[in-house]
């Protein structure tokens, strides 16, 4: 383990991996006043191809100004190194610069992963801790997946938090020297001895075949990698790897220990083009409603919002609905009831914590730590908006009361940085405490495992998306895994916060709406970071962007993508999947419709035409399933009810 000196990090140093927001809690040899500070983790290529891990205080990091309140994000940009127009170093800098921390990989023995995800410790000498780092996200395991692509690793027997750096012994690298020798590898030959050992546990005849082919090379055609040329004309290699390319990517392989089956890959039929509608009108909107209030098409009013979104003159009274705060089936009468119970339930909740006293608060260190961490967020949250713009701005009290609110009516989950974002548009909507207080309970209720201190809903969500968009687009998803991003840990701001960051105020609640609607499937909103991925498809390959580049195209789409473009895309997407003739199990699951093996066969019914503007478009209406079914190139979608179709019209 070592610290950095004062002189300058040589430029062809290369960031392998970052992750911001990790605190300095122990080091051995520094002083007392480096410690607690907050910086960035890294994994650094060194000028000699070495590795190392760089912790670098916040001082010596810069970040792009367009990018608001990056400290919760899950892994950030990129530092940069910054200089003064001569070159040197300014005297600050300079003592940043002295208190960067290193650990080279070859002299890494031992990490440690504890406190649910968020607290690393590492170890250069066995029995001794020398640095320790607290993520203030909790997502150590992040940087932990990232540090195993460096290193072998192991879990001990007596903690399984705990990780021992696997050297290699004699025999490996006898193994080594002798493939080094042969000079029959581009890559590292290290890495090629422990693939070879993967791979022979895995599949053992191919790669046992491989290797006979590369030493068959040798033996027939000399160490041609010296002078990089082989007895075959140019045009008929490329002929040939041409040739084998098309057919890898059209045939896949089943073995067994008798035989090999070579199937052609299956492909998913042409994506449909299905246009947006108009918004949810107020006449639309009045019409639903029966004589007392009540909606009588509720199914039919999702349809209208999933297809449309909703006026903005009526949408504090419509997201109510949407969000569980007034029941769909709740007359006027019996609405203004609930919301004097739910008035009088907020203020005695919100009672609770003005009254706390400063000695409670003192002996009180968890709600201490929510109060502080509502109080950081609050003051950084939309400030470029208008409605939280400026000094003493009331909107900012009335934000930081719901969320303190919040941690008493649910004091299990409490306060995750990121709430302040999902409360934001809600209280710029509604304008009212009470309403949107119970409004975010309800956005809470879709989410909430968004915020779960071991990150499980998160990790869930990233491996649907990861399966999702292997089915949906394979090609996408192989070029990720080659490129060490299979994780899909780029998208975590995304689905943390349910694409706040991503669009303005007014695509965003358009976006939001039309999600709580929970059609046309589950998970719909995985369906949207796969549609934003398939826009982007061509940039990732055709740039060859490895994690960290993809991280920053990921990060600079912000505010400029067209939500319309993207919710007609992820619904193409959406009906491209469940017509696949190759549709799994494990994407029904996800996608929450049923399996292939359970679908019931549907005796066919008479088809009845129904009157009304068709637009080119067949239109049938079948009067027991009360639906109309529309029919776009080939591809039936189904809008439930009659007086929905009239309204559609």
């Not at 608060?361 to 949250?381: G, I, M």
């Not at 869930?460 to 999702?468: A, R």
């Not at 998803?477 to 975590?492: E, G, I, P, T, V």
């Amino acid at each position: 383990m070592s610290s950095s000196s004062v002189e300058d990090i040589p430029e062809q140093c290369r960031d392998l991996f970052t992750q911001d927001g990790v605190l300095l809690k122990s080091c051995m040899g520094r002083p007392i006043s480096d410690l607690n500070s907050i910086g960035m983790l890294c994994i650094v290529q060194n000028v000699d191809s070495s590795k190392c891990i760089e912790w670098r205080p916040n001082d010596l990091i810069t970040i792009d100004s367009d990018t608001q309140d990056q400290e919760w994000a899950v892994v950030n940009t990129i530092g940069r190194r910054q200089r003064t127009l001569s070159g040197n170093m300014t005297s600050d800098y300079a003592a940043a610069r002295a208190r960067i921390i290193r650990i080279q990989l070859n002299e890494l023995k031992t990490f440690k992963c504890s406190r649910n995800n968020q607290q690393m410790q590492f170890s250069t000498k066995p029995g001794v801790w020398h640095n320790t780092f607290y993520f203030q996200h909790g997502n150590a395991e992040i940087f932990v997946a990232n540090l195993k692509n460096h290193v072998k690793t192991a879990k001990t027997r007596h903690d399984r938090n705990t990780y021992v750096v696997v050297e290699p012994n004699v025999e490996s690298q006898e193994l080594n020297r002798s493939f080094a020798e042969l000079d029959i590898f581009t890559e590292n030959t290290t890495d090629v001895v422990w693939n070879f050992v993967h791979n022979f546990k895995q599949r053992p005849y191919a790669t046992t075949m491989e290797a006979f082919s590369k030493l068959n090379d040798i033996v027939y055609y000399g160490n041609e990698a010296v002078n990089g040329k082989r007895d075959v004309t140019e045009e008929v290699a490329d002929l040939l790897t041409k040739s084998m390319s098309a057919l890898e990517d059209a045939t896949s392989v089943t073995r067994s220990d008798e035989y090999e089956v070579i199937n052609v890959k299956p492909t998913l039929p042409p994506r449909p083009c299905i246009p947006r509608g108009t918004s949810l009108s107020t006449e639309k909107w009045e019409g639903l409603h029966d004589t007392e209030g009540r909606i009588t098409e509720v199914e039919g009013v999702k349809q209208l919002i999933f297809r449309g979104g909703v006026a903005n003159s009526i949408r504090h009274s419509v997201w109510k609905y949407l969000l569980d705060y007034h029941p769909w089936t709740m007359t006027h009468a019996e609405i203004k009831v609930l919301q004097k119970k739910r008035t009088e339930e907020y203020f005695s909740m919100k009672l609770q914590w003005r009254s706390m006293t400063e000695g409670q608060e003192a002996r009180f260190s968890e709600y201490r730590d929510r109060k502080s961490l509502v109080e950081k967020d609050v003051n950084r949250t939309d400030r470029t908006h208008p409605f939280y713009a400026g000094d003493n701005n009331p909107n900012l009290v009335i934000l930081q009361d719901i969320l303190m609110t919040y941690v008493m009516y649910n004091f299990d989950l409490g306060y995750v940085q990121g709430m302040s974002d999902i409360l934001a548009p809600l209280l710029l909507l509604l304008g009212n405490e009470v309403d949107s207080f119970w409004c975010f309970v309800g956005f809470m209720d879709k989410i909430a495992s968004n915020f779960d201190m071991d990150q499980a809903g998160m990790k869930q969500q990233l491996l649907n998306l990861q399966q999702l968009l292997m089915f949906a687009s394979p090609e996408l998803a192989r070029h990720l895994a080659a490129k060490d991003s299979a994780n899909m840990y780029f998208c975590f701001r995304w689905l943390l916060v349910w694409f706040k960051r991503e669009f303005s105020h007014k695509d965003i609640m358009r976006l939001w709406e039309v999600l709580w609607t929970g059609l046309p499937c589950a998970n719909f909103h995985l369906l949207i970071c796969v549609a934003i991925l398939d826009s982007e498809k061509d940039v990732i390959m055709h740039k060859d962007c490895g994690f960290t580049e993809i991280l920053k195209h990921v990060n600079d789409l912000s505010m400029c993508l067209d939500v319309d473009r993207i919710l007609s895309t992820a619904e193409g997407i959406y009906h491209q999947i469940i017509s696949a003739p190759h549709l799994t199990d494990q994407v029904c699951v996800i996608l929450g419709i049923p399996t292939v093996g359970a679908k019931p066969e549907e005796p066919e019914e008479p088809e009845v035409p129904q009157a009304g503007p068709t637009n080119g478009n067949a239109v049938t209406y079948n009067p027991d399933m009360e639906e109309v079914t529309l029919e776009y190139n080939g591809l039936q979608i189904s809008v439930v009810t009659q007086t929905v179709w009239a309204l559609l019209a």
